[in-house]
C-alpha cells in the first residue's frame, strides 16, 4: 500500500460587514493505493481524508496479517484503519488533540508486537500547560490493534523543563519488539552555550509505555557547532541498528 497527501490552494470571496474579502485556502487530500502483485500493477486510487488545513506528515504501516494503520497531522492527529489489507478503511478518528509541529516534521506509526502499536509525532501545542511550547517529540501507544489509543506521553523526557526544540524524530521497532526514537534537539551541550542541532535518541523496551532517558547519537556533541538532524532508523531481525542523519558545519549556515 503506498499513501500519500495532495496539497492545492485557491481563493475564496468570504463576505464582511464591510464587503467581501477573497481569502487564501489550501485544500489537501490524502490518498492510499493498494497493489497485490508485488508491485507490478496497482488498483483503485482510495481517497483517505479531505480538509481545508495543512497536513504532514502521513505514514502506513502493517501488521503483516491484514490490519493497516494509516497516521498523519493537522491541527489534530488523525488515524484511519483497515482490517482487510487496505481493501477498505475506517472514518478517520483523532487520537490526539493539538498535535501540530511547529515546523513540517514527521508523524510516524509502527506495529511493536501481536496487538501493540506506536505512534511517535512532535508538537509545540499539544500540553503546552505542561512542557511549554518549545516543541518535544510525543508517543502514543495501542494495545488492541490500534482500535483505541492511550494518551501521548513524551519521548524526550525532560520536556517539562528542557526548553529545547525537539522535532523532526524517526521511529523504528526492532523484531523483538524494542522500540528506538531518533530527533533533533536545539540545546546547549557544554559547548560554551552555543546552540546548534544534535540528534538524541531514546529506548522503549514496553511498547511505548516508557522511554529511557535522551542520549546523543551524533559524535561530538558535546563539543561541535554544526548541525546534526533529520535523522533516520532501522533495525534488521537479528538486532543491529543503523542512525542516519545530515550534517551541515556550522560555516555553512
Known sequence: IATWSFRDGYEDYVEGPDGGVYEWRELEVNYAIRSSD??????ELQTLST??????????????????????????????????????????VVIAVNAA????????????????????????????DI???DEDVFSLRSTD????????????????????????????????????VAWESFRPLGN????????????????GATWSAPATV??????????????RLLADERGTWLALWQRRADSQR
Open 131 to 133: 512542557y511549554g511550547i
Open 51 to 92: 480538509g481545508t488545513s495543512p497536513r504532514s506528515g502521513i505514514d502506513v504501516e502493517t501488521d503483516g496479517q491484514g490490519t493497516w494503520i494509516v497516521v498523519w497531522s493537522d491541527t489534530d492527529l488523525f488515524m484511519t484503519r483497515s482490517e482487510d489489507d487496505g481493501l477498505s478503511w475506517s472514518e478517520p
Open 38 to 43: 508485488g508491485g507490478s500493477s496497482w488498483g
Open 192 to 207: 560554551d552555550g552555543h546552540i546548534d542541532a544534535d540528534v538524541f535518541a531514546a529506548v522503549s523496551t514496553d511498547g
Open 101 to 128: 509541529p511547529r515546523y513540517p516534521s514527521n508523524t510516524e506509526v509502527r506495529h511493536v508486537t501481536d496487538d501493540r502499536w506506536v505512534i511517535v509525532f512532535s508538537s509545540s501545542a499539544f500540553g503546552e
Open 218 to 231: 551524533n559524535p561530538g556533541a558535546d563539543t561541535d557547532t554544526d548541525y546534526d538532524g533529520a535523522p
Open 145 to 180: 490493534g490500534g482500535v483505541t489509543w492511550g494518551e501521548p506521553i513524551p519521548v524526550n523526557t525532560d520536556a517539562r523543563e528542557d526548553g529545547a526544540t525537539d522535532t523532526s524524530s524517526a521511529l523504528s521497532v526492532d523484531d523483538a519488539g524494542r522500540a528506538i
